[in-house]
C-alpha cells in the first residue's frame, strides 16, 4: 500500500534534529487546548473571588442572592448542552481547525462582556454566552489531544492538560484575593489571543484528512508531527489502512441504510457505551464529592468554620494548592 514515501529530506530531517523537535511540535499544536483548560480553570475560581469583592464594593450582602452565586457557576455547563452535540458535527464536516477557532472568538467575545461587567446579571450573561468554549473542552479538545500526539507523548499531555485547569483555578482565586477580580479576564484574554494565532497556524488533523480520503496530505502531516520512526510508520500505515476500508464500506452501505440507522448501530455498539461508561464515572465522582460546590462557596465554608476572613483566602488558596500537587 502507497503511504507516500519518505523524501531524502525527510530522511536527512530524522538524521539532524532528533526526536525532540516532534514533541515540541506536538506541544505546540496542542498548546491552545492546554491553554483553554487553563481559561476553563480560570472561569471556575473567578465567582470564588468576584462574589465577596461586589459585596464588599456594595457593602451590602444581598445584593447578590444564593441564587445569583448559583447561576454564575453553572450557567455555562448549561449552555454548553448543545454546543456539546454541534461541535463534534462541525469537526467532523470541516475539521478541528474551524472548531478551535470559533472557541477562541467564543472566549475573546466572552471575555470582553466579562471584562466590562459592572452587575452580577452582566457576569451571568458573559458566563452564559461561553457555551461554544465550553462545549469544546469535552468534545473537540479530546479530538484534537488524541489525534495531534503520539502514544508515547499522549500521557504526559494529557496529564500537563488536567494540571493546568487546577493551576487555573488557583492563580484565579489568587488574582481575586490579592488584586481586583477584573485582572482576570487580563489574563484571560492574553491567553485567548494566542490561542486564536496559534490556531490560524495548526495543520489539519491527519486522522480528519484520512476520513476524507487525502492521504497524501494525512501522511505529510502525520510524520511533520510525529516522525518517521517505525511505530509513527505503523500508526500511519495502519490508519491509511483503516480508513481506506472504512471509505470502501461506507460507499456499498450508502444506498442500503439511512443516517438514522447507522447512528442508532454506533450507538449500540460496546466500542460507544463502554468508553462512554468509563469516562462518565470520574466526572461523576468529581461532582458529587462535592468539589465543585465547595470551590465556588470555599470563602463562606472556611469563614464560617474560622470567624476569620484571613484565614478563609489563605485556606482557599492552600486547598487550590493541594489539588494542584
Not at 463534534?88 to 477557532?101: D, H, T, V
Not at 485567548?192 to 494525512?218: D, M, Q, R, V
Not at 461523576?284 to 468539589?291: A, R
Request: net charge positive.
Amino acid at each position: 500500500m502507497d503511504t507516500c514515501p519518505l523524501s531524502n529530506m525527510e530522511k536527512e530531517e530524522i538524521k539532524t534534529s532528533g526526536y525532540w523537535i516532534y514533541f515540541f511540535r506536538q506541544l505546540f499544536s496542542c498548546s491552545a487546548v492546554i491553554l483553554n483548560f487553563f481559561i476553563f480553570g480560570l472561569y471556575m475560581g473567578a465567582p470564588t473571588v468576584i462574589i465577596p469583592q461586589l459585596r464588599e464594593e456594595a457593602n451590602v450582602t444581598a445584593i447578590i442572592t444564593p441564587e445569583m452565586t448559583s447561576w454564575l457557576s453553572s450557567i455555562s455547563t448549561y449552555s454548553a448542552i448543545p454546543w456539546a452535540v454541534i461541535l463534534p458535527m462541525i469537526a467532523y464536516r470541516f475539521g478541528r481547525k474551524i472548531p478551535l477557532i470559533l472557541v477562541s472568538l467564543n472566549v475573546l467575545i466572552g471575555n470582553i462582556i466579562f471584562y466590562c461587567s459592572a452587575s452580577i446579571k452582566e457576569l451571568i450573561l458573559s458566563q452564559g454566552l461561553l457555551g461554544i468554549f465550553v462545549g469544546a473542552t469535552i468534545t473537540v479538545s479530546v479530538m484534537v489531544m488524541s489525534e495531534y500526539t503520539s502514544p508515547k507523548y499522549r500521557g504526559i499531555f494529557l496529564t500537563f492538560k488536567s494540571a493546568t485547569l487546577f493551576w487555573g483555578v488557583w492563580v484565579s482565586n489568587a488574582i481575586g484575593t490579592f488584586f481586583h477580580w477584573k485582572n482576570i479576564g487580563i489574563v484571560i484574554f492574553v491567553c485567548a489571543i494566542y490561542n486564536l494565532i496559534s490556531c490560524i497556524f495548526y495543520y489539519e488533523s491527519p486522522y480528519w484528512l484520512a476520513t476524507k480520503g487525502h492521504f497524501g496530505e494525512c501522511a505529510k502531516v502525520h510524520r511533520w508531527l510525529k516522525g518517521t520512526d517505525e511505530d509513527s510508520e505503523n500508526e500511519l500505515r495502519k490508519l491509511i489502512t483503516s480508513q481506506k476500508e472504512h471509505l470502501n464500506l461506507k460507499l456499498g452501505e450508502r444506498a442500503k441504510r439511512g443516517k438514522i440507522d447507522k447512528i442508532l448501530n454506533v450507538i449500540r455498539s460496546k466500542g460507544f457505551y463502554k468508553p462512554l461508561a468509563y469516562a462518565s464515572l470520574p466526572i461523576f465522582l468529581y461532582n458529587l464529592s462535592g468539589k465543585v460546590a465547595c470551590a465556588v462557596y470555599a470563602i463562606d465554608i472556611i469563614k464560617k468554620i474560622t470567624s476569620s476572613e484571613r484565614m478563609a483566602y489563605e485556606g482557599m488558596l492552600i486547598l487550590d494548592a493541594v489539588t494542584v500537587v
